[in-house]
DNA sequence: TCTGGGGTCCTATGCCTT
DNA sequence: TCTGAAGGCATAGGACCC
């Protein structure tokens, strides 16, 4: 069996455990930028507020509702994250980090346990050592227990935050209350198509050819379809291998035309991508750029474009990645254009073990040695005072994060006192 | 004026080699 | 040497997730 465990409106519930008074009131937690809204309380639901709303556009509603309005605080999420997570680990070996507010725990030998009691003793002592409320769904396979986790967040009153699918009969009765657009797996397109069809739940999705389905969805849409009818085909992912790219990507405050300061920019990115990679102790071939004008201004010319830039050899180096990273602007930047994000992927990535030479073209071998000095000067300092010279050397350009909470957990003067 | 960021997997396509 | 089939690989783009 498995289950999963999912953290409800867990931004939110961050902030409120560090700040009880906010509890029953509506709060809203922005993205970067304090873009749009991306986690919110139940209150802020019932005001109807959407995922994904825009802050400008529902100012009005925030101001008349009192809503409490948080920029996002990663740090603390991330911290809090890793501490559920811990307890969870504590009541299976077989657990899948989903996301930072998702697991999968398997459940293998537990026949002798009433699985709906054992996973309330572990809500309950996750509010109790963290004070993050958790919902959790459990179900023969993993596209199961999402949908039982979605009953139990749905119908708090009745399953108390715990559902568990047992039956044949408790599953058709899932599937034909679960929209089509609400299947784990099923996106936007992908409902849109099969409501033309008149599928418009689980149920009538599980219904259809498997050869229907493989040919409009491949083997992914198939392989969902197997977990709806609760044979089990995804399996836990325990040990989640390195990362295959990753990217530093951001939109700017305005727009921008000029190409010296999108380089700074995507310097300034190339930068960041290769610190994570020395962080996870890898190296990198191939760095991606990539620019777009702002695609909510349908009255202005439009432009994107990408490009992949392949590096001769293997790379975590600051110099290089920016090197690669401003060519590659250069190839794909177009004057006359208002451009509002950008963002350097770096891929083809490969563990610092297993470095392998080129036999013509090298790293310049004092790179490694400078890099590791910075990283120190670094770690140190706590903030980026080691620039390149194509990076902001004024720092000019700074995210609006105008509604940040504190570092409760992980800044030793944003601790909170007890009196 | 102001609309996030970071990932994964799958498929089609075109080129190259055998 | 030419040719076609088949497989490997890189790349771009789509769809999805949180």
Redesign the pocket.
């Known amino acids: 069996m498995f289950a999963l465990v ?1 953290c409800n409106n ?1 931004y939110v519930s961050c902030e409120r455990v560090f700040d009880p008074t906010l509890n029953g009131k509506p709060v809203v937690v ?4 304090d ?2 809204a ?1 986690s919110r309380s139940n209150e802020a639901k019932k005001l109807g507020i959407p ?2 709303a ?4 529902y ?1 009005k509603v925030f101001r008349n509702n009192n809503v409490k309005i948080f920029s ?1 605080n990663f740090p603390l999420y991330g911290d809090m994250s890793s501490r559920v997570m811990n307890i969870l680990s504590s009541y299976t070996p077989n657990i899948e980090i ?5 697991a999968f725990l398997e459940f293998k030998g537990f026949q002798e346990y009433d699985l709906e009691v054992y996973c309330k003793e572990i809500q309950k002592r996750v509010l109790k050592w963290t004070g993050i409320p958790i919902s959790i769904g459990i179900a023969p396979t993993k596209a199961l227990a ?1 949908v039982a986790n979605r009953i139990s967040k749905k119908f708090p009153k009745k399953t108390k935050g715990v559902y568990m699918i047992k039956s044949d009969k408790n599953r058709i009765k899932a599937l034909k209350w679960l929209e089509i657009e609400n ?9 849109k ?1 099969l409501r033309s069809f008149e599928i418009n739940n689980a149920y009538d999705f599980v219904s259809l050819n498997d050869d229907w389905v ?1 040919k409009q ?4 849409g198939l ?1 969902l379809k197997k977990e709806l009818e609760g044979e089990s085909v995804l399996y836990l ?1 325990e040990n ?16 921008i035309t000029d190409f010296e300061k999108i380089k700074e920019r995507i310097s300034t ?1 190339a930068v ?1 991508c290769a610190e ?1 990679l020395r962080l996870q102790k890898s190296t990198c071939n ?1 760095v ?1 750029v990539f620019v777009r004008s ?1 695609k ?2 349908k009255n202005k010319p439009q432009y994107r474009n ?3 830039m ?1 590096i001769p050899f293997a790379t975590n180096s600051n110099m290089v990645i920016s090197k690669y990273a401003t060519e590659g602007l250069k190839k794909i930047f177009r004057p006359g254009f208002n451009y ?2 950008s ?1 350097v ?1 770096v ?2 990535i490969n563990s610092i073990k297993n470095y392998q030479t080129n036999l013509f073209e090298n790293e310049n071998p004092k790179h490694r040695k400078l890099m590791k000095t910075i990283d120190y000067i670094q770690k140190k300092d706590g903030q980026s005072k080691i620039k390149l010279a194509s990076q902001d050397l004024k720092k000019r350009w700074k ?1 609006k994060q105008e509604r940040l909470s504190n570092l409760y957990t992980t800044k030793i003067n944003d601790i909170i006192e007890v009196k």
């Not at 825009?54 to 556009?57: I, L, R, V």
């Open positions: 999912d867990f922005l993205s970067n930028n873009g749009c991306i995922m994904g825009p802050a400008f556009k100012e996002s989903y996301s930072i507010d998702e999402k299947v784990w797996g099923i996106g936007f397109r992908h409902s198509k493989r969805m491949s083997v992914v392989r992912e989640r291998s390195p990362k295959k790219a990753i990217a530093t990507t951001r939109s700017f405050e305005g727009t990115f960041c994570k191939a991606y702002n909510f201004q990408g490009i992949l392949t509002k994000k963002g992927i891929m083809a995210m």
